[in-house]
């Protein structure tokens, strides 16, 4: 497989779970990939990790709510391996608390990590994306679309992902770069997950919950990430699109908003 062949991929919080999933798949269809996250461990694993398979990858560690860790990071993507072609804001930050529970430094890490984050990150790449031609893509959740119980913080900060995914959209069309979001749904075997769905119970409630009666793949996201960046999707921009099984059209299992309550 190689339809990304040549193709420099950026993808922050890209160093597990779906981005790193998404990293992969892409490295796996030829790109060249620079992720950036703030643990330097964890860069130095993944890029091992994506080397080993033969990937050409790189990284740097960044705190996105740094404008000049992020700055520092993409102008070394682009110093390595030239012009952006994809850009994928992935790192994220959440937490189940009830709203009359959250302090204010939760709030705000959430809103930072999320919100300013990935303005940092567009805001950062601007000058290195391939225009026309680059693609954004933004990682959102049902949460910016949907009430959820203990997720008043995290609500906010997805619904403000959108926004800037619209208006960026509108904003940057006329040089040829298309912005879209990314909406996964439960995704097995990741972080979020196991903090959202603590205990065995409220993962099979959750299951039964899901339209579709099971939970996502790091491959499923990977592989609309994969379609958005293509030439097939060369007139889509603007749009947030779910991969969730259809778990928008029931959110909230009643085990979810007990365990919030002991």
Same mark, same amino acid.
């Given at each position: 497989?190689?339809?990304?062949a ?7 919080g ?13 490295a ?6 620079? &992720? +950036?996250?703030? /643990? =330097? ?22 705190? &996105?709510r ?25 790192a ?8 009359e529970? +959250?302090?204010?430094n ?7 990590? /999320?919100?300013? @984050? ?14 026309? @031609? ?7 959740a =049902? ?12 609500c ?12 960026l959209a ?6 040829? +770069? ?8 439960? +995704? ?11 205990? =065995? ?23 609309l990430?994969?379609?958005?960046a293509? /030439? ?10 779910p ?8 959110p ?10 002991g």
């Amino acid at each position: 497989m190689s339809g990304f062949a040549g193709k420099t991929v950026f993808v922050s919080g890209g160093t597990s779970g779906i981005n790193l999933g998404i990293v992969r798949h892409f490295a796996a269809a030829g790109a060249k990939v620079f &992720v +950036i996250s703030r /643990d =330097p461990q964890k860069v130095e694993t993944a890029v091992e990790g994506l080397r080993a398979l033969g990937a050409e990858a790189a990284g740097q560690s960044a705190d &996105v709510r740094q404008a000049d860790q992020v700055e520092a990071a993409v102008a070394r993507c682009a110093e390595l391996f030239g012009e952006i072609d994809i850009l994928v804001s992935g790192a994220a930050g959440n937490f189940l608390a009830r709203a009359e529970k +959250i302090s204010s430094n939760g709030f705000r890490a959430v809103m930072e990590i /999320d919100v300013l @984050g990935t303005h940092h990150v567009m805001h950062a790449a601007f000058p290195h994306l391939k225009k026309p @031609g680059a693609c954004i893509l933004n990682l959102s959740a =049902p949460q910016a679309s949907v009430a959820m119980v203990g997720q008043s913080h995290v609500c906010a900060a997805k619904a403000g992902i959108d926004m800037l995914t619209r208006t960026l959209a509108l904003e940057w069309g006329p040089l040829g +770069i298309r912005v879209n979001s990314v909406s996964p749904g439960p +995704i097995a075997d990741t972080e979020g997950q196991r903090r959202l769905v603590p205990d =065995p119970a409220a993962v099979e409630e959750r299951v039964n919950a899901i339209p579709l009666k099971r939970m996502g793949t790091l491959e499923d996201v990977a592989e609309l990430c994969a379609f958005l960046a293509s /030439d097939r999707a060369s007139y889509i921009t603007g749009t947030i699109i779910p991969v969730d099984g259809g778990t928008t059209l029931n959110p909230t299992p009643t085990r979810m908003a007990k365990f919030l309550d002991g």
